[in-house]
């Protein structure tokens, strides 16, 4: 168990913590920062993870399975706060956990095939976008520059969402050919 596996470990613990916090009293500034605290250390060993995998070639099957599904878990648990806290429309998050199971679905196949796909541009972006959207949102600044941001930030996100499934789609379309 080296060390960007043990911080996706803490990732996915820290889950749990940042959900409660956020919807024991959603109303409470106080509960809010700290949710924010959580969500933004956990986003932050997602950067830190791979870097030092990377770096120090430390990838292992266990981090190329966990990570993805550690940054899944975070950023959809948040979305679906989110909704609870009447903040992003359910029907934005369904597209956007939507496109998660596709893309998972997609890399299964192509698995199977002996093909890895990897990360492109637009999935990193979509990423950023999601998890800064997020992090305003859960601020809950009662401002209307902070409201306006997250707006915007939510309809990036969104379109990002969509933007990188086509491209994940059409850059590996070879992958469906080979099912028929």
Known sequence: MNLPNKLT??????IPFFVVVLLINP???INRYIADAIFIIASLTDMLDGKIARKYNLVTDFGKFMDPLADKLLVCSALICLIETRQVPA???IIII???FVISGFRLV???NGIVIAASYWGKFKTVFQMFMIIVMVANINHIV???LGQILMYI?????????????YKNKDVL????
Do not use: G, P
């Not at 470990?9 to 820290?14: K, P």
């Open 98 to 100: 939507a496109r998660e």
């Open 27 to 29: 109303e409470n500034s």
């Open 146 to 148: 902070a409201f306006t």
């Open 9 to 14: 470990i803490f990732r996915v613990l820290l």
């Open 110 to 112: 192509a698995s199977d």
């Open 91 to 93: 029907w934005v998050v």
């Open 157 to 169: 996100a969104l379109v990002l969402t969509v933007v990188s499934l086509i491209d994940y789609l």
């Open 177 to 180: 050919k080979e099912q028929k």
